[in-house]
């Protein structure tokens, strides 16, 4: 009966070690996954915009770039989703 817990014992600290380890590698495949860039594929935009168009000013929100045009027509603020390039509003500055 001696050796069966004493068996046992060494088992019970192997498996204790072998859950700490996995744990460890788990926080550590989140944590280099949480702060390294995310790599993406360069997006190509070209804006389908009136000869003399300028771009006079760029901002970024929470989920798109907000591009501030001038020249062309009357002066607006396109939005781009900056993960496809895709345009997804105007706003009309002025007539």
């Not at 702060?35 to 190509?44: E, G, I, N, Y």
């Not at 070209?46 to 027509?73: C, F």
């Amino acid at each position: 009966m001696g050796n069966g817990m004493r068996a046992l014992k060494i088992l019970t600290v192997a498996m204790g070690v072998l859950i700490l380890a996995g744990t460890a590698v788990i926080v550590a495949v989140i944590f280099h996954r949480a702060t390294s860039p995310t790599v993406t594929a360069p997006v190509h935009l070209a804006l389908d915009e009136p000869a003399g168009t300028r771009i006079v000013g760029i901002a970024a929100t929470q989920d798109r770039l907000a591009l501030q045009l001038q020249g062309g027509g009357a002066d607006r603020v396109v939005l781009v989703n900056p993960l496809t390039g895709a345009l997804t509003g105007q706003i009309v500055l002025s007539r």
